[in-house]
Nanobody, 116 residues
């Protein structure tokens, strides 16, 4: 049974930091590209960051998070991370972990709220 379980969300003040984690099980983690998406109320789900399979040498970011967010992976732990720094109110959303392969998998999401 495939599972992607996100954690690390919460309430943080503007300018603060959070680290999201996504633990995967039920498939070969190392062979899948991994990514993070987010969705705010009334908006479509949007791509945030991605990392290639294997060692994850290549990473990708949407323009609005470049320089603030960092995606990484630990294949030994079947875990992908999203380090989020200098958070802004517009980063408030539910963040979803995804695995891309022959079949795409999605987690249930974790809420991130940036507010003073």
């Amino acid at each position: 049974q495939v599972q992607l379980v996100e954690s690390g969300g919460g309430l943080v003040q503007p300018g603060g930091s959070l680290r999201l984690s996504c633990v995967a099980s039920g498939f070969t983690f190392s062979t899948h590209k991994m990514g993070w998406y987010r969705q705010s109320p009334g908006k479509e789900r949007e791509f945030v960051a991605g990392i290639d399979s294997g060692s994850g040498t290549s990473t990708y970011y949407t323009d609005s998070v470049k320089g603030r967010f960092t995606i990484s992976r630990d294949n030994a732990k079947s875990t992908v991370y999203l380090q989020m720094n200098s958070l802004k109110s517009e980063d408030t959303a539910v963040y979803y972990c995804t695995a891309a392969g022959k079949v795409d998998y999605w987690g249930q999401g974790t809420q991130v709220t940036v507010s003073s």
